[in-house]
C-alpha cells in the first residue's frame, strides 16, 4: 500500500482559496468514495474536514470543499483564515486497509 | 461528546519476543459497541499511518502490512475499551499511536471522525 501522492506545502494569503491535490491508482482513490482529509495543528490530533469525497461533518465551515475526478481527489480552502494554517492529509480506502497521503503543509502568508 | 483516551505509552525495548506493549483506548459518550475502532500512527515529524481496524462486534480485524503478524488489535465492549498489543517491536514502531473512531456504524468505512489525544511508544534499548 503506497502512500498516496500530495504536494509537500502550499500556501496563500488571507482571503484567497487554494487547492491540495491528492493522487492515488485506480486501486484506491480512483475506485472508492471512501476519500477523506483530516487537519492536523502542531500537537494535536487530526480532526475530520471531508468525508466521502465531498461531505462535510455537522459544524464546519463551508469554506472547505471536496472533489475527486479519476484518481485524484481535491481539497479547496475558499477565504484562507490564519487559523488554517496547518498540516493536511488525504486517506482513501484500499480494499481491507487505508492509505493516507503524506501530507501538505499549509501556510497563510 | 465522543471522548477518546489513550494510554499505555512508553519505552519498549526492540526486537524481543517477551517484550510486549499493550495501549488501552478508554471510549465514553457513544454508543461504543456499534462502531468500529481504528489505530492510527505517526512517527516524529512524519505522516499519519493506518495500522489496524477491528469492527463494532469483534469479529474481523485487518491490519496493515508494515504490523501485521506483530500487533493485535482487541476490543472489550464491556468495558468501552479498545487494544493494541504490540509484539516484536522495531525501532520503526516509533511513534505517536492514536485511537480512532469509525464515521460508519455495523461495519467500517474507514473514515475516522473522532480521534484520541494520543500516546507516544519508543522502542529503544
Known amino acids: 500500500q503506497s502512500a498516496l501522492t500530495q504536494p509537500a506545502s502550499v500556501s496563500g494569503s488571507p482571503g484567497q482559496s487554494i487547492t491540495i491535490s491528492c493522487t492515488g491508482t485506480?486501486?484506491?482513490?480512483?475506485?472508492?468514495?471512501?476519500v477523506s482529509w483530516y487537519q492536523q495543528h502542531p500537537g494535536k490530533a487530526p480532526k475530520l474536514m471531508i468525508y466521502?469525497?465531498?461531505k462535510r461533518p455537522s459544524g464546519l465551515s463551508n469554506r472547505f470543499s471536496g472533489s475527486k475526478s479519476g484518481n485524484t481527489a481535491s481539497l479547496t480552502i475558499s477565504g484562507l483564515q490564519t487559523e488554517d494554517e496547518a498540516d493536511y492529509y488525504c486517506?482513501?480506502?484500499?480494499?481491507?486497509?487505508?492509505?493516507f497521503g503524506g501530507g501538505t503543509k499549509l501556510t497563510v502568508l | 461528546q465522543v471522548q477518546l483516551v489513550e494510554s499505555g505509552g512508553g519505552v519498549v525495548q526492540p526486537g524481543r519476543s517477551l517484550r510486549s506493549l499493550r495501549l488501552s483506548c478508554a471510549a465514553s459518550?457513544?454508543?461504543?459497541?456499534?462502531?468500529?475502532m481504528h489505530w492510527v500512527r505517526q512517527a516524529p515529524g512524519k505522516g499519519l499511518e493506518w495500522v489496524a481496524l477491528?469492527?463494532?462486534?469483534?469479529?474481523?480485524?485487518y491490519y496493515a502490512d508494515s504490523v501485521k503478524g506483530r500487533f493485535t488489535i482487541s476490543r472489550d465492549n464491556s468495558k468501552n475499551t479498545l487494544y493494541l498489543e504490540m509484539n516484536s517491536p522495531r525501532a520503526d514502531d516509533t511513534a505517536v499511536y492514536y485511537c480512532?473512531?469509525?464515521?460508519?456504524?455495523?461495519?467500517?468505512?474507514?473514515?475516522?471522525?473522532?480521534w484520541g489525544q494520543g500516546t507516544l511508544v519508543t522502542v529503544s534499548s
Open positions: 480512532a473512531k469509525d464515521r460508519c456504524s455495523g461495519g467500517s468505512c474507514y473514515q475516522f471522525d473522532y
Open positions: 459518550e457513544f454508543t461504543f459497541n456499534s462502531y468500529g
Open positions: 477491528i469492527w463494532y462486534d469483534g469479529t474481523n480485524k
Open positions: 485506480s486501486s484506491d482513490v480512483g475506485s472508492y468514495n471512501l
Open positions: 466521502e469525497v465531498s
Open positions: 486517506c482513501s480506502y484500499v480494499g481491507s486497509g487505508a492509505v
